[in-house]
Nanobody, 122 residues
Framework: QVQLVESGGGLVQPGGSLRLSCAAS????????RGWFRQAPGKDREFVAK????????YYTDSVKGRFTISRDNAKNTVYLQMDNLKPEDTAVYYC???????????????WGQGTQVTVSS
């Protein structure tokens, strides 16, 4: 059973930056596509970004394009989400995910992290 543990959340002012990390407990996660989702208060969980097995493919939801960057380090079993120019509407609990299919990751997730809170406020 793969366990995913997020870190790096916190409180930041609008326009600021945060870097989220998600470490996996097993090397088998290297064979999975990885991604990030978020859930704001009173809203459904939504897809944010995903990255393929070797990092060659990435995809972002429109609202974060040009501001967020997803990357992975397979030697460390870790995926990252660099978030720049943060806005109040980015406030949410951010969850990392791992899935067996890159194309399907937005709808099919095999493993979830426990979530980390990101709050963007002045």
């Amino acid at each position: 059973q793969v366990q995913l543990v997020e870190s790096g959340g916190g409180l930041v002012q609008p326009g600021g930056s945060l870097r989220l990390s998600c470490a996996a407990s097993e090397r088998t996660v290297r064979t999975y596509a990885r991604g990030w989702f978020r859930q704001a208060p009173g809203k459904d969980r939504e897809f944010v970004a995903k990255i393929s097995l070797n990092g060659g493919l990435t995809y972002y939801t429109d609202s974060v394009k040009g501001r967020f960057t997803i990357s992975r380090d397979n030697a460390k079993n870790t995926v990252y989400l660099q978030m720049d120019n943060l806005k109040p509407e980015d406030t949410a609990v951010y969850y990392c995910a791992a899935g067996s299919g890159y194309t399907a990751l937005q709808t099919t997730v095999n493993y979830w992290g426990q979530g980390t809170q990101v709050t963007v406020s002045s």
